[in-house]
């Protein structure tokens, strides 16, 4: 986050990015428990699933956002729920337990919470490069409280693969800003995690 508002050289506080980055390490830990439990395919797009259709109505709901064709919007929702249901129904019997259960329940509330991403930002009024370090910080802070509570001695070999997931994210995350800025939650966000839909299928 320091890196990226240095080349950008841009930077306002904001608490609503201290609460985006409590949502998203928050949703984040309840997804890396999902991952655990049901593994990538399931969880990643069953939380896209939830993710998709409520960023698309709140912002039509809470920021008044415009949706040019209904007709396609509505079939689009309606043929990724029904694949997001098959996906979700496909699995061993060993995965048809409690373990699968606590999956799915970590993945639809991880979902929801992630659905409330980009509110704040859009509430905050900033433009994406004055916020992204606010976010990084309410990550950083939030993560911390989390490591503390469930402290463990840091193993070197997970070190470079950890920042570097870290760095990739915030690049994607920096994005994703810009979509919603550009484009609305209605249209912008949902478009943001489709990517993520096919390479958590592909896995």
């Not at 859009?122 to 409280?145: A, D, K, M, Q």
């Not at 994005?175 to 939650?185: D, H, M, Q, T």
């Not at 489709?194 to 592909?202: D, K």
Request: proline share 3%; net charge positive.
């Amino acid at each position: 986050g320091v890196v990226l508002s240095i080349i950008s050289w841009s930077y306002a506080f904001s608490w609503w990015g201290i609460l985006t980055g409590f949502l998203w390490s928050f949703g984040n830990v309840l997804t890396i428990y999902a991952i655990k439990y049901i593994g990538i395919a399931i969880s990643m797009t069953l939380l896209q699933g939830i993710i998709i259709p409520v960023s698309f109505f709140s912002g039509l709901l809470l920021f008044n956002e415009q949706v040019e064709q209904w007709g396609l919007a509505i079939f689009s929702l309606i043929l990724f729920a029904i694949g997001g249901y098959l996906l979700t129904k496909s699995g061993n019997e060993e995965q048809r337990t409690t373990k699968r259960a606590k999956g799915l329940v970590f993945s639809i509330v991880a979902g929801v919470i992630f659905d409330f991403y980009g509110v704040p930002f859009r509430i905050s009024g900033f433009r994406p490069e004055y916020f992204v370090l606010s976010v990084s910080l309410g990550i950083f802070l939030t993560s911390t409280v989390f490591y503390l509570i469930k402290y463990s001695r840091p193993k070197t070999r997970f070190v470079f693969p950890a920042m570097l997931a870290g760095g990739m994210w915030n690049l994607g995350n920096f994005s994703s800003f810009f979509a919603i800025s550009s484009l609305g939650l209605t249209l912008g966000y949902p478009l943001t995690q489709t990517g993520a839909i096919l390479l958590s299928i592909s896995s």
